[in-house]
T-cell receptor, first 114, second 111 residues
Framework: DTGVSQNPRHKITKRGQNVTFRCDPI?????LYWYRQTLGQGPEFLTY????????KSRLLSDRFSAERPKGSFSTLEIQRTEQGDSAMYLC????????????FGSGTQLSVL | QKEVEQDPGPLSVPEGAIVSLNCTYS??????FMWYRQYSRKGPELLMY????GNKEDGRFTAQVDKSSKYISLFIRDSQPSDSATYLC???????????FGKGNQVVVIP
């Protein structure tokens, strides 16, 4: 499978716990993005990486959120002290970069905070 | 005003009908326009990709972009039950590749 891979597919956690999600992009893609999608809404941009550099962060990404892409390959998104409002689908996407705007998404991680 | 407006109302059509979807936007810097299809509990799948104004056709799908009116459309001809999904419009200005999405339209094609 050469698509974008995300793990886990589902995560249920209690409020106040920390969670971490992983994304493996398409291998030759140097750009990686995180989006969040709630029910009935389109995905909202959170952050993106060019190789290992995090180039942009949305104001939606509070201090409790941190994303890394240590070797320019896979990425992790950590949410500390989860709140019920963090419940959403977290989507990862990748693209070749340059002027190629085609983003390819993974199946997402569905987070439920109880 | 949101950057991208997409009337999220569900749409039910009989099999074989033409499905017509559209989005409007406010940011004149947008140059890249996309339509994604999303099945339940799945990530969005890129369906159509257009740069600047014009039409693009791919099989039963046609995407239209009118930058002067800030209006984009997606048409699905001869709709099939397998086309039942949520369709999201998305666009970007290029450079930083941040996509702005509409809310999506849930389409149901009835056999």
């Amino acid at each position: 499978d050469t698509g974008v891979s995300q793990n886990p597919r589902h995560k249920i956690t209690k409020r106040g716990q920390n969670v971490t999600f992983r994304c493996d992009p398409i291998s030759e893609h140097n750009r990686l993005y995180w989006y969040r999608q709630t029910l009935g809404q389109g995905p909202e941009f959170l952050t993106y990486f060019q190789n290992e550099a995090q180039l942009e962060k949305s104001r939606l990404l509070s201090d409790r959120f941190s994303a890394e892409r240590p070797k320019g390959s896979f990425s992790t998104l950590e949410i500390q002290r989860t709140e019920q409002g963090d419940s959403a689908m977290y989507l990862c996407a990748s693209s070749l970069g340059g002027n190629n705007e085609k983003l390819f998404f993974g199946s997402g991680t569905q987070l439920s905070v109880l | 005003q949101k950057e991208v407006e997409q009337d999220p109302g569900p749409l039910s059509v009989p099999e074989g009908a033409i499905v017509s979807l559209n989005c409007t936007y406010s940011n004149s810097a947008f140059q890249y326009f996309m339509w994604y299809r999303q099945y339940s509990r799945k990530g969005p799948e890129l369906l159509m990709y257009t740069y600047s104004s014009g039409n693009k056709e791919d099989g039963r799908f046609t995407a239209q972009v009118d930058k002067s009116s800030k209006y984009i459309s997606l048409f699905i001809r001869d709709s099939q039950p397998s086309d039942s999904a949520t369709y999201l419009c998305a666009m970007s200005a290029g450079g930083n590749n941040r996509l702005a999405f509409g809310k999506g339209n849930q389409v149901v094609v009835i056999p």
